[in-house]
């Protein structure tokens, strides 16, 4: 490899890496290794899409870019005109084909199409343009799609009669493309159409993939009514995921000022979630809120006062994670949580940046010593048992963990006021027989432990292993 093509695959993961460290929906779609792949091919020649649905159509550009015709001796090759068939056509397709999926009695839940109904459908689609040759050309798609193209695999893998998309997320990108192609190309679905679509789903999350998708795709004008309609609903019955659904749609709109009233009546209701009885319904509004309103500059003052004095603890320690893993780069985000790992006076919430930090900033010099420090002396035992976790999770093969793990299962101080299970020496303990078990100090360790321990229900925990260790 020459030193030019070394400097453009350095400077290609680096943009790869910028893009999925900036863009919260694409690290969202990062995880996923199918579209992991994809983005890399993207991005082997260009920036890759900030918004979900502009990556997904270029992704589906490289699936769908050849469909090779020319070497099957078995069709009259005088009938069929391959260069008819262009991108907007092939997606027609597909949208067709996912539309099809979606419109059975299972809907998105089934991905799952017959052959029969599978040629039938790239038949009607292609009809217009082939005449006769579009039943022949239906037949070998069928095979294109599946051998290919990849976006169609047999059933379980080997049932030949049924046919689904290879990931969901073409299903969904497909299906949700299909609905927006009807409402501005065909006209056959108007706003009211579209509308109806998100009243007959909003309630089940398996199409809120589909429903985001097509907010990002339509003209905000459009999207900003379906966001009123979800806005005006009452899904206090149904967790108030109406209102979720519709900041999920806001974050896919590119220019929000031409949804700025709808946006902000939308922020402030979920704002007063984060007040509601139910501590899952709080968590999840300080998620949509850091999610959706990033970069609006009062979320990052909004979020560290409530994470510093709110009045509920699950609010807290849900601005503290927020915080953490939203403003990461932000050179004041790793002291405070310092500080409020170490004075907070609610534990939950020194917890939380415990384990914020720790995973967030793992390869920060100063993190490995500051979390020996913390499982050794701090006086709170729910914040030493955070920091031994962490260590054994993030620090297991370290020189020095196995021996601090070791004092801490024997000379932790022993509280009665915590449950035995939040003791730092029952985690120490059950880390040292998870992660070494092998080691032959750790034997001596647990039978010490289960005769000695000061705490009867840790000296139970500390036999029982006992005894399975024994027995291997």
């Known amino acids: 490899m020459t030193l030019t093509d070394r400097l453009k695959k350095a400077a290609s993961l680096e943009r790869l890496d910028k893009a999925i460290s900036e863009s919260r929906a694409i690290l969202e779609l990062a995880v996923n290794p199918l579209l992991l792949t994809m983005m890399s091919i993207l991005n082997r020649y260009q920036e890759l899409p900030r918004f979900r649905h502009k990556l997904y159509q270029e992704a589906s550009k490289v699936l769908l870019h050849k469909w090779d015709f020319k070497e099957k001796e078995q069709l009259n090759h005088d009938k069929i005109d391959s260069d008819k068939i262009d991108e907007e056509v092939k997606q027609i397709i597909c949208g067709r084909i996912a539309y099809k999926m979606q419109s059975s009695g299972k809907g998105l839940a089934g991905n799952i199409i017959s052959r029969e109904d599978l040629r039938e459908t790239i038949t009607e689609s292609l009809s217009g343009l082939m005449g006769t040759g579009a039943t022949a050309c239906a037949k070998l798609m069928v095979e294109q799609l599946r051998d290919r193209n990849f976006i169609l695999c047999f059933l379980g893998g080997y049932n030949e009669d049924y046919f689904a998309f290879v990931h969901r997320t073409f299903l969904e990108y497909f299906c949700a493309w299909e609905f927006v192609r009807q409402f501005e190309k065909q006209r056959t679905l108007d706003i009211d159409g579209l509308i109806e679509v998100f009243r007959g789903h909003w309630r089940d999350e398996s199409w809120h993939e589909v429903l985001?998708?097509?907010?990002?795709?339509?003209?905000?004008?459009?999207?900003?009514?379906?966001?009123?309609?979800?806005?005006?609903?009452?899904?206090?019955?149904?967790?108030?995921?109406?209102?979720?659904?519709?900041?999920?749609?806001?974050?896919?709109?590119?220019?929000?000022?031409?949804?700025?009233?709808?946006?902000?009546?939308?922020?402030?209701?979920?704002?007063?979630?984060?007040?509601?009885?139910?501590?899952?319904?709080?968590?999840?509004?300080?998620?949509a809120l850091a999610a959706t309103w990033k970069d609006d500059p009062e979320t990052l003052p909004w979020l560290k006062q409530r994470a510093q004095s709110d009045d509920n603890s699950t609010v807290r320690r849900a601005a503290v994670q927020e915080l953490a893993r939203g403003w990461k780069d932000d050179p004041e985000t790793l002291p405070w949580l310092k500080q409020l790992a170490q004075s907070d006076d609610d534990w939950p919430v020194r917890r939380a940046a415990v384990q914020e930090l720790a995973r967030g900033w793992k390869d920060d010099p100063e993190t490995l010593p500051w979390l020996k420090q913390l499982a050794q002396s701090d006086d709170d035992s729910d914040v030493r048992q955070a920091a031994v976790q962490e260590l054994a999770r993030g620090w297991k093969d370290e020189p020095g963990i196995f021996e601090l793990l070791c004092d801490v299962a024997i000379n932790d101080p022993f509280d009665r006021k915590y449950d035995w299970q939040d003791n730092p020496r029952q985690t120490a303990l059950a880390a040292i027989i998870e992660l070494y078990p092998d080691r032959p100090q750790t034997l001596a360790i647990v039978r010490d432990r289960a005769q000695n321990d000061r705490d009867p229900k840790l000296r139970e925990f500390a036999q029982n292993e006992l005894a399975k260790l024994e027995r291997k």
Not at 213 to 224: P, R, V
Not at 247 to 268: F, H, P, Q, T, Y
Not at 269 to 274: P, V
């Open 212 to 287: 985001r998708l097509m907010a990002g795709m339509l003209n905000a004008k459009f999207t900003g009514e379906i966001r009123e309609y979800l806005i005006g609903e009452n899904g206090e019955a149904e967790k108030f995921i109406n209102l979720f659904l519709a900041a999920e749609c806001v974050s896919e709109v590119k220019n929000r000022n031409e949804i700025a009233a709808i946006a902000g009546d939308l922020r402030d209701r979920i704002k007063e979630l984060t007040k509601y009885g139910v501590y899952q319904i709080r968590r999840q509004a300080v998620a």
